[in-house]
């Protein structure tokens, strides 16, 4: 097993790949940016690196200086953890090419993988059921127009090498096709540097079904069952859940069968997702394939009982798979929470500042993913996730009430957070009944802001209003020590009101 693994990320995954590092006895590396110096995932690493400039570019996303970083205390691998460098061909092939292992599927796959047009060729080869559309090679605009009429409308205009909703239109009428298409372009070729689209027909009432596989070096690939993915804003998910509540045996062994089999046909090794689109007479169709860890991997963790992070490295240590299909079963039911630093009332709006306060919520099968702690910064340089809060029970409907107390003993001061958008969430009874899509928000939350049901009570209020001035004063009176090295009140101890 490898002795050191870099971890080329920050925030939460940072942190949670290196206590699964650390859990194996592998020394661990953070690299961080002048704004994460003094960032939990630093404290917890055994060494860490500086990347200096903390503008994405120039740090978390910059090959070169990771690279540098991982030679230069003699890292044998390299986990990219999930966004930034993690699905990039080429870190994957520099990480080879200077002789660290990059534990994830190789560059190659990567790169088809992450050609949309390309990965769903590869999948109609497979018999992997694809949405129709069009995925062929010519990109002038006349001829998208021409086929987007032959598929009928609506339909959907998306990036070849897109992702988290960026070059996507959904085009109702032939009238604004033309524009659709050549907006996609504008925005694919700003965002990805290509500007090559590809169009599909629009699913009625879609669910987001992935289904979580692991492949090994030796040929070996299997499925962790599914997750559910529907409740997005912005076409990112926010809540999470495994089983889906519309899933039947018989579709979970088609989709799992249509996974594995799609896997396979990309040559696919190391954790991954294959992402699927529903439709509502349960038709389901191959959307893309995600070649890394994915944020809500917890929720099959707690099901199966399967840590997807120490199989990553051990499938990346050249270690073959000892669990079998036919072995794995689920138990219970999962749900995780995205906690982010953003305003749901007001369009879900990043939100910036230090965090005076942050208390976790406690109990049996709550587990806390996060990369934030009291007096971080929390700054406009990167995505505003703050930390995921994954519950598991019995049922269904015992894990959504679960996950709605542990929301209500969420604690962040500071910033904004959709915490309150979370549990009323949970809350509607067309979520309980689990009858969801893609467009669950924008159907039942698209005026949201904030409402009676969401807010804290009065003495909550009060509590807190009252440790926030307390905080205040403690660190003027810091400040005041520190200022004046001779003052009378440098000994007193604790014994003073309001320190």
């Not at 290196?18 to 940016?33: G, H, L």
């Not at 997750?227 to 519309?246: A, D, G, L, N, V």
């Amino acid at each position: 097993m490898f002795s050191k693994v870099l971890i080329a990320n920050r925030g939460e995954i940072a942190v949670r790949i290196m206590k699964a590092c650390q859990e194996m006895n592998i020394k661990t590396v953070a690299v961080y940016s002048d704004v994460d110096k003094h960032a939990p995932h630093v404290h917890l690493a055994d060494e860490s690196v500086s990347l200096g400039d903390p503008t994405p570019s120039e740090s978390y996303l910059n090959i070169q200086k990771i690279i540098e970083s991982a030679q230069k205390v003699s890292a044998e691998a390299i986990h990219p953890g999930y966004g930034f460098l993690a699905e990039n061909p080429d870190f994957a092939k520099a990480c080879k090419d200077s002789g660290i292992v990059f534990i994830g599927p190789s560059a190659s796959v990567i790169k088809h993988m992450g050609d949309k047009i390309e990965a769903k060729k590869t999948m109609q080869k497979a018999n992997v059921p694809v949405i129709p559309g069009y995925h062929g090679d010519k990109q002038d605009v006349s001829t998208l127009v021409h086929e987007g009429k032959k598929i009928g409308f609506p339909l959907i205009v998306k990036a070849s090498s897109g992702g988290g909703g960026k070059g996507m239109r959904l085009v109702k009428t032939d009238d604004e096709l033309e524009q659709a298409i050549e907006g996609a372009k504008r925005e694919s070729k700003s965002a990805f540097g290509n500007d090559s689209v590809f169009l599909e027909k629009y699913i009625d009432k879609p669910r987001h079904i992935e289904f979580q596989i692991l492949g090994d070096e030796h040929g070996h690939i299997i499925h962790l069952f599914e997750r559910e993915c529907s409740i997005q804003r912005r076409h990112q998910k926010i809540i999470e859940e495994t089983p889906s509540p519309m899933m039947t045996p018989k579709l979970r062994e088609q989709m799992g069968s249509a996974a594995v089999a799609a896997a396979k046909a990309a040559g696919y090794t190391n954790a991954g997702t294959v992402e699927f689109m529903v439709d509502g007479h349960h038709q389901f169709y191959f959307m893309e394939m995600n070649t890394r860890l994915q944020v809500e991997h917890p929720i099959t963790e707690a099901t199966t009982g399967i840590d997807l992070v120490k199989w990553q490295l051990k499938i990346a240590n050249d270690m073959e798979l000892t669990v079998k299909q036919q072995e794995l079963t689920q138990h219970g039911h999962a749900l995780e929470c995205r906690i982010y630093a953003e305003d749901p009332a007001h369009g879900f709006l990043p939100s910036v500042g230090t965090l005076s306060k942050v208390e976790f919520p406690q109990g049996p099968n709550v587990r806390n993913d996060a990369g934030i702690e009291p007096d971080f910064e929390i700054t406009p340089y990167y995505d505003p996730m703050l930390a995921k809060l994954i519950v598991s029970a019995e049922n269904r409907t015992e894990s959504i009430n679960k996950m709605i107390w542990a929301l209500s003993q969420y604690v962040v001061l500071g910033v904004t957070t959709n915490i309150s958008f979370l549990a009323q969430v949970l809350e509607h009874p067309e979520f309980q009944r689990g009858n969801i899509t893609t467009h669950f928000l924008e159907t039942f939350f698209k005026d949201w802001t904030g409402g009676k049901k969401g807010e804290l009570p009065v003495d909550a209020l009060i509590a807190l209003a009252v440790y926030d001035a307390m905080h205040t004063q403690r660190q003027e009176l810091v400040r005041f020590k520190e200022a004046d090295p001779h003052s009378p009140w440098k000994h007193v101890g604790r014994w003073r009101m309001g320190t």
